[in-house]
């Protein structure tokens, strides 16, 4: 049985201010909610006021929005993982479709950076997903598939099921045009098949893939009932504590 995690990604948004008071407000409605894994991914900015403001709740994890592949050294504006560590973070994005078009983030970048988080006791969450374009000509499992064998190259069993995978369709991120149930359900399936053939069946079977792309309340519980669906990325609606709350107990409902 996979634990469903549920992420806010709030991207370049949130002051210090604004994250406390958001997560203030989480705590007092989902904090006692133990059954569904729950990350706020903050931009770095904000990690620590997270970190303070959620002070001994265990039950909500932190996660960052990106990292360098490399420990330390001379690389002015990035984040390592283990400067993420020393804040007591737990997850890291990686590959979110955002930068690997605007930041032109490959494959092989991507995977270097899961290799480094993994060495570091980071666990990434690896975003994959196809544009409308390569949909419209049926390229959809063979993006995806390329997307997860460079991403995911070279990790070992225990490391492949420590990677959360989330699928987003880049069609769907941001526009209000979820993928239908079905659809989603179909590139999950796909994803896990793939994984398997990458692992075995045992070690496929134990990671969690979450949906991204305009999931709100209204669909949420639609999505997540899916057999492959593990939880989701949340953005836009992940900035306002009531819904990305209500899209937490959407996911401990399904179970
Ligand atoms: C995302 O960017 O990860 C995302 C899923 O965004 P949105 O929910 O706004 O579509």
């Known amino acids: 049985m996979r634990k469903k995690i549920v992420a806010a990604n709030w991207k370049m948004n949130m002051t210090q201010a604004e994250s406390a008071r958001f997560v203030e407000s989480l705590v007092l409605d989902i904090g006692d909610i133990t059954d569904v894994e729950v990350v706020i991914v903050p931009p770095f900015t904000a990690i620590a006021?997270?970190?303070?403001?959620?002070?001994?709740?265990?039950s909500i994890k932190v996660g960052a929005q990106n990292m360098h592949w490399e420990p330390n050294g001379p690389f002015t504006g990035e984040i390592s993982a283990a400067l993420l560590r020393d804040l007591l973070v737990r997850y890291v994005v990686l590959g979110h479709s955002e930068r690997r078009t605007l930041f032109r983030e490959t494959d092989e970048i991507v995977n270097r950076k899961v290799r480094a988080a993994h060495e570091a006791t980071l666990r990434?969450?690896?975003c994959v997903g196809e544009t409308l374009e390569q949909r419209d000509k049926g390229n959809v499992g063979k993006i995806l598939s390329i997307q997860l064998r460079g991403s995911l190259k070279d990790l070992n069993e225990k490391e492949l099921q420590e990677t959360v995978i989330a699928y987003e369709?880049?069609?769907?991120?941001?526009?209000?045009?979820?993928?239908?149930?079905?659809?989603?359900?179909e590139a999950h399936a796909f994803i896990r098949r793939t994984l398997r053939e990458m692992s075995d069946e045992a070690t496929a079977d134990r990671i969690r893939i979450q949906y991204g792309g305009s999931m709100k309340p209204e669909n949420a519980r639609d999505l997540m009932t899916q057999p492959d669906i593990d939880g989701a990325?949340?953005?836009?609606?992940?900035?306002?504590p009531r819904s990305f709350a209500q899209i937490v107990k959407a996911a401990r409902d399904e179970k």
């Open 124 to 126: 990434p969450i690896v």
């Open 233 to 240: 990325l949340v953005g836009g609606a992940s900035l306002d």
């Open 169 to 185: 369709p880049v069609w769907a991120i941001g526009t209000g045009r979820n993928a239908t149930p079905q659809q989603a359900q």
């Open 49 to 58: 006021k997270v970190m303070e403001a959620l002070g001994t709740s265990q």
